[in-house]
């Protein structure tokens, strides 16, 4: 399978430095992942960012629902860009740990995580998720994330 | 995007009944993120489960480990088969909750989910996973995760 | 030692039904490893609910902080009683799982927790729960919990 | 309420090198909390750690179980303890956050918390632990936790 790379030409990154800008469209542009699940980039602000995951069959479970992984792949990667923001330029970010509570089935037309940085810390920073489902114009809160993100220094690493 | 479906034929179901191993091939064969991802079921016995995913460019995130939400994926998946197997027949599984420790990068040649039943009850089951990656004939474990998984009867859920 | 109870004699729940006030006040009577912790209880209403914890000598750890578990028991504890205005008057709340993360030393004169219910089920609620330390006049948000309550019945647990 | 401060004269430390066994006498005589609760050190030796708590009614919730505050103190110490073993003697540990699955009521005559450390770093460490409930000369698994502990150095904390 060829590899897609995803871009992040239509992200909303209006609220960030230039020199943060660069580096999170350099960094997107290197999420394969995200590409392989049809996920886009929405906006990343100074601590917030935002990914959507429109549904469908290639990234769901036994059930029909979206996979808790891939509402995972998502909330995890939001919290990181929301990280890398409050991070020095030559800081690289690393999830440590996350904890997702599934609240409901993943259904309807699209995901959305939005992402917070509740911490910043030279070392360690935290960042909370709510990932919501839309469907026929309504909105349900369907996975809530805490997570720990690292920046790594050093260590040849970038984004 | 053509959805293409896991099937779980090369697995190893021994140490099932014939009535749980039907039900985690008719299960694993509409997990659909998993064939997405690439990862093959290896085994499913009573409590335990383990899922491999070859590393491959398309699971990645942007330093080229794989990403933290592939990660997940497998070893969420693992635990959901490892609880499943401890359930009544007319059970469906939910994950309710997970949390993983991302305690290395993942890289190598594959990496292997291995999921273990620490408790079942009759709503609430809790798994442990341990991810390994391997690479060059050396294993490393690269995460740790403990799930609840809920035991959901009677929505016309089935695995 | 005598074991001291505690009463919410003081608390604020003006906001609950008088059903809901009556098993608020009833379970927090014997909550007693709040009151070996010196907690009060400030205020339940319909999905909130908020404890105190002065900052004392008992409660703290080797580095003259209070200690992660005082911190997690009073966050826990909150998350119970928010979870349990949201329940039938039939059912009794444990604690399925918690996750905190500690994001900075707690110290000052006193702590407080704030729950609240993102997603309240018939069998399993979610709630969220912020830690903040008060010193000086000035507040640090020092602690994030999310915990899923698990709503019993027919057990003859109260409360 | 004056403070009884605990001392580590009776617990198994023969596995550390001198160093590490005075730095954890040391730390564990300011675990104001664990003797507050009425806990005891047992055992720590590289990489693990066990401490006991005797079950009695200052520690108790609203049904008469041990709290999870409680049960979480023992399992958040016993994994810092583990972790420290593990770290240079010019760090402090201190938990950047722990997530515990309560599995079963904790009752009985005692509690023990034994601590691991999965994967040991310059920065950060995780450890496992599982905490047991013995009653009548029989143990059940009673709660399960995932830590993250940081190593700090350099800010005036010790142990």
């Given at each position: 399978m060829s590899v897609v790379l995803p871009d992040?030409?239509?992200?909303?990154?209006?609220?960030?430095?230039p020199a943060h800008a660069a580096r999170v469209r350099d960094s997107w542009s290197r999420q394969a992942l995200l590409a392989t699940l049809g996920a886009r980039l929405l906006r990343v602000g100074p601590g917030i960012a935002e990914i959507e995951l429109p549904v469908s069959p290639?990234?769901?479970q036994q059930h029909g629902f979206v996979h808790a992984g891939a509402v995972s792949t998502i909330a995890d990667t939001a919290c990181g860009y929301a990280a890398l923001t409050t991070m020095d330029a030559d800081s690289a970010v690393l999830t440590a740990e996350f904890k997702i509570n599934l609240m409901a089935p993943a259904a309807g037309e699209r995901l959305v995580a939005r992402a917070r940085v509740i911490r910043s810390g030279r070392t360690l920073t935290v960042a909370l998720c709510e990932v919501e489902a839309e469907a026929g114009g309504t909105r349900k809160t369907v996975a809530l994330m805490t997570a720990t993100l690292a920046s790594v220094r050093g260590k040849g690493l970038s984004g």
């Open positions: 992040a030409s239509e992200a909303d990154l209006d609220g960030l430095d290639h990234v769901s």
